[in-house]
């Protein structure tokens, strides 16, 4: 079945650092990718996606690349904020998933960003 | 625009009691899900309705029951709470590829 391997966290930056997730997935097609992000106390809000190959996403200074030849979909931050601290989830949509829209997440990664 | 509304926003339950989280969304989301998030484990899909009238089991369906009362709401039901009930549970709807959360119900099962 469909999976989402991303990198276990917390991940600890000083502001302004660059940033990157690392999210690989495992799916028969063509999935969709997808960036969730997950402040304190809150629920899960999309940042970016990207349906099909070579797409980037990008929002809020925040992008990924739709990687088929190594199903990658890392995400990368050029400077970080103490505002950008959340915890971050790589999901997929399958192709296959029939009705329903239904999404496999990863485990997510806590970053932390000190000033 | 409230969104995705969920109630409680935190319950704790003896192990063997009952209950329901109420989840309602006002977007005119044709789906609907529940997730149970637990540290480690990302989050796991529980039931899912497609549509109105419809639902189907997702990753972890055992020890939970759903309605999908209307369009706007789809409930979960815990008909007799075990601690390895413990958790965060969401209410997500979507339209499209987007899913859209709503705030979390906290859930303690002593």
């Known amino acids: 079945g469909d999976s989402v391997t991303q990198m276990e966290g917390p991940v600890t930056l000083s502001e302004e650092a660059f940033l990157t997730i690392n999210c690989t997935y495992t799916a028969t097609g063509y999935p969709s990718l997808f960036w969730y992000v997950q402040y304190p106390g809150e629920g899960l809000q999309l940042l970016l996606k990207?349906?099909?190959?070579?797409d980037k996403g990008s929002n809020k200074g925040f992008e990924a690349t739709y990687r088929k030849e190594t199903t990658s979909f890392h995400l990368e931050k050029g400077s970080v904020q103490v505002s950008d601290s959340a915890v971050y989830f790589c999901?997929?949509?399958?192709?296959?998933?029939?009705?329903?829209?239904?999404?496999?997440f990863g485990t997510g990664t806590q970053l932390k960003v000190e000033l | 625009n409230a969104g995705v509304t969920q109630t409680p926003k935190f319950q704790v339950l003896k192990t063997g009691q009952s209950m329901t989280l109420q989840c309602a969304q006002d977007m005119n989301h044709n789906s609907m899900y529940w997730y149970r998030q637990d540290p480690g484990m990302g989050l796991r899909l529980i039931y899912y309705s497609a549509s109105e009238g419809t639902t189907d089991k997702g990753e972890v369906p055992n020890g939970y029951n759903v309605s999908r009362l209307n369009k706007r709401e789809f409930s979960l039901r815990l008909e007799s709470a075990a601690p390895s009930q413990t958790s965060v549970y969401f209410c997500a709807s979507s339209v499209s590829h987007e899913q859209y959360f709503g705030p979390g119900t906290r859930l303690t099962v002593t």
């Open positions: 999901a997929l949509r399958g192709a296959l998933t029939g009705g329903g829209n239904k999404l496999t």
């Open positions: 990207a349906t099909k190959a070579d």
